[in-house]
C-alpha cells in the first residue's frame, strides 16, 4: 500500500506560482509512475502531469504546458508540481496519484493511489 498526501495549496492571485509536494509512505515510490490531477467544481477530474518512474519521462496537459512543471524526488519519496503563470481556471482541489509501471498513464483510472488532494484558488 501506498499513502500519498499532498500539500503546498492555497490562494494566490492571477500571475502567481504555487509549489504543490506529494509526500509517499507505505512504500518507496521508485518504481512508480505518478500523476498529478484536478477536478473543479461541477467537473470531471482531468490529467495535469504524470512523470514516469525514473524522471526521465514527462507527460502534461495542454492547458498547463509551459507554466506546469511536473518533477521527483525519490530519494525523497516526493513528487512535486510547480505551476507558473496560474489562471483563474487552474482553480480546483489537486489530487495526486501513484502507478507502479514503467510507463506514463495519463488517464485517471490508470492509477492505484490517490491523496485526499489539496485546494488551489487562483483569484483574478
Known amino acids: 500500500q501506498v499513502q500519498l498526501v499532498e500539500s503546498g495549496g492555497g490562494l494566490v492571485q492571477e500571475g502567481g506560482s504555487l509549489r504543490l509536494s506529494c509526500a509517499a509512505s507505505?512504500?518507496?515510490?521508485?518504481?512508480?509512475?505518478m500523476g498529478w490531477f484536478r477536478q473543479a467544481p461541477g467537473k470531471e477530474r482531468e490529467f495535469v502531469a504524470a512523470?514516469?518512474?525514473?524522471?526521465?519521462?514527462?507527460a502534461s496537459a495542454d492547458s498547463v504546458k509551459g507554466r506546469f512543471t511536473i518533477s521527483r524526488d525519490n530519494a525523497k519519496n516526493t513528487v512535486y508540481l510547480q505551476m507558473n503563470s496560474l489562471k483563474p481556471e487552474d482553480t480546483a482541489v489537486y489530487y495526486c496519484?501513484?502507478?507502479?509501471?514503467?510507463?506514463?498513464?495519463?488517464?485517471?483510472?490508470?492509477?492505484?493511489?490517490w491523496g485526499p488532494g489539496t485546494q488551489v484558488t487562483v483569484s483574478s
Open positions: 507505505g512504500r518507496t515510490i521508485r518504481s512508480y509512475a
Open positions: 496519484a501513484a502507478k507502479d509501471s514503467v510507463t506514463v498513464p495519463t488517464p485517471a483510472a490508470a492509477y492505484d493511489y
Open positions: 512523470i514516469k518512474w525514473s524522471g526521465s519521462l514527462t
